[in-house]
């Protein structure tokens, strides 16, 4: 059974820092992609960083320079450190496993930035 399990949102201040956390079972971690998206009301969701299972990472223009992501594959789990946050980051973070044609989510985690 997979199963990805979302950790480490809350409200912060602009200008803040978070660190997100994707902890997977029930797949081989290493051969999977990883990947972060968020979810604002009203508003689509959208790609924020991916990584490949060779550690290669890409980012969304608007996070570029702020956000890292980043796997343990001893720990299967994927990261996404958030720094100098804007609130324009709000949103629900959701973590993506991805291999081949199979694709997997978690539920979410609430990242609110505010003062």
């Known amino acids: 059974q997979v199963q990805l399990v979302e950790s480490g949102g809350g409200l912060v201040q602009p200008g803040g820092s978070l660190r997100l956390s994707c902890a997977a079972s029930g797949i081989i971690f290493r051969f999977y992609a990883m990947g972060w998206y968020r979810q604002a009301p009203g508003k689509q969701r959208e790609l924020v960083a991916t990584?490949?299972?060779?550690?290669?990472?890409n980012y969304a223009d608007s996070v570029k320079g702020r956000f890292t992501i980043s796997r343990d594959n001893a720990k299967n789990t994927v990261y996404l450190q958030m720094s100098s946050l804007k609130p324009d980051d709000t949103g629900v973070y959701y973590c993506n496993a991805i291999l081949m044609s199979a694709d997997y989510w978690g539920q979410g985690t609430q990242v609110t930035v505010s003062s």
């Open positions: 990584i490949t299972s060779g550690g290669s990472t």
